[in-house]
Nanobody, 118 residues
């Protein structure tokens, strides 16, 4: 019933920028941690950056200083600003909503492709 829909992926040259957006079908910010994950073919899905309902953030060392997650509660969206992109950032990026009270309640988007190449 709950839907998370990602957008903003595409093809970009190294050093370029992209802004990913995740739109939720309902208001889920309250008591949810929101995050972006990525997954390469044959690899495990890994955390890129997340933010809790109390505004605590967590992020991968590989994106420190380059990516920034933000929440727009009025628009029911979570964004990921991606700067100084590298070829290693090429992956499918997934939006995630994790309930902070019931740990088994988790939602995923279908993913959006980001390709960084010269």
């Amino acid at each position: 019933q709950v839907q998370l829909v990602e957008s903003g992926g595409g093809l970009v040259q190294p050093g370029g920028s992209l802004r990913l957006s995740c739109a939720a079908s309902i208001s889920i910010f309250s008591r949810y941690a929101m995050g972006w994950y990525r997954q390469a073919p044959g690899k495990q899905r890994e955390l890129v950056e997340s933010v809790t309902s109390t505004s605590n953030t967590n992020y991968a060392d590989s994106v420190k200083g380059r990516f920034t997650i933000s929440i727009d509660n009025a628009k029911n969206t979570v964004n990921l600003q991606m700067n100084s992109l590298k070829p290693e950032d090429t992956d499918v990026y997934y939006c995630n909503a994790q309930n902070e009270v019931f740990k088994n309640v988790k939602y995923w988007g279908q993913g959006t492709q980001v390709t960084v190449t010269s």
